[in-house]
């Protein structure tokens, strides 16, 4: 079974819009941490933002935020005021516990078009 | 320094070749991974070096061998690779309870 699940495989949205990136995740540990990512057609990698399973409000930082709805094993992503630039693939990903060497598992990733 | 450095950036080698991709990071993270990532597909995991040690070895073949000879290094060397090889390799590095910091990846191409 997938852990970690984003049904979305293409979005679409205009300048200045809202989008809201889908990502369901299964897991039965009590300690997790729940990862949002973005990558361009660089290849880089650029962290979003992160949820840790015992934090009790929604992680924001600057135009992303993560609607964490834990009791539906939920984590979407939401960008405000979306901008050209933001037009990238993005993945959800998971890591299960806190030791050191522990991997984050990803999802098969959105691909968000932004468009003028 | 809060970045993980891999080189090459571009990697173009022959299916008779050897050659190594390397990682490096100076933030004190004693976790490092190997991850690979085929166009539009998500990253796979392949090796987790935990504390200098393999921890965990994905079932990768042994055409591709990890080596970690310090703890602000990780290297893949590769050897007798096929086409189907050819795809974005990333480096990360991370600590307990801590992000994951990744770096800009090495593009490999085997012909």
């Known amino acids: 079974a997938q852990k970690i699940t984003q049904t979305q495989p293409g979005m679409f949205v205009q300048e200045k819009e809202a989008v809201t990136l889908d990502c369901t995740y299964d897991?039965?540990?009590?300690?997790?941490?729940l990862f949002w990512y973005k990558q361009p057609s660089s290849g880089e990698m650029i962290f979003l933002i992160y949820?840790?399973?015992?934090?009790?409000q929604n992680a924001t930082e600057g135009r992303y935020s993560l609607n964490f709805q834990k009791a539906r094993k939920s984590a979407n992503l939401v960008i405000s005021a979306s901008q050209l630039g933001d037009s990238a693939m993005y993945f959800c990903a998971m890591r299960e516990g806190r030791g050191a060497g522990t991997a984050l598992i990803f999802g098969k990733g959105t691909t968000l078009s932004v468009s003028s | 320094d809060t970045e993980v450095t891999q080189t090459p950036k571009h990697l173009v080698m022959g299916m008779t070749n050897k050659k190594s991709l390397k990682c490096e990071q100076h933030m004190g993270h004693r976790a490092m991974y190997w991850y690979k990532q085929k166009a539009k597909k998500p990253p796979e995991l392949m090796f987790v070096?935990?504390?200098?040690?393999?921890?965990i070895n994905e079932s990768v073949p042994s055409r591709f061998s990890p080596e970690c000879p310090n703890s602000s290094l990780l290297n893949l060397h590769l050897h007798a690779l096929q086409p189907e090889d050819s795809a974005l390799y990333l480096c990360?590095?991370?600590?307990?309870?801590?992000?994951?910091?990744f770096g800009s990846g090495t593009r490999l191409t085997v012909v």
């Open positions: 990360a590095s991370s600590q307990a309870r801590g992000g994951y910091t």
């Open positions: 949820q840790g399973s015992y934090d009790e």
């Open positions: 070096y935990s504390y200098e040690k393999l921890s």
């Open positions: 897991t039965s540990d009590q300690s997790y941490g």
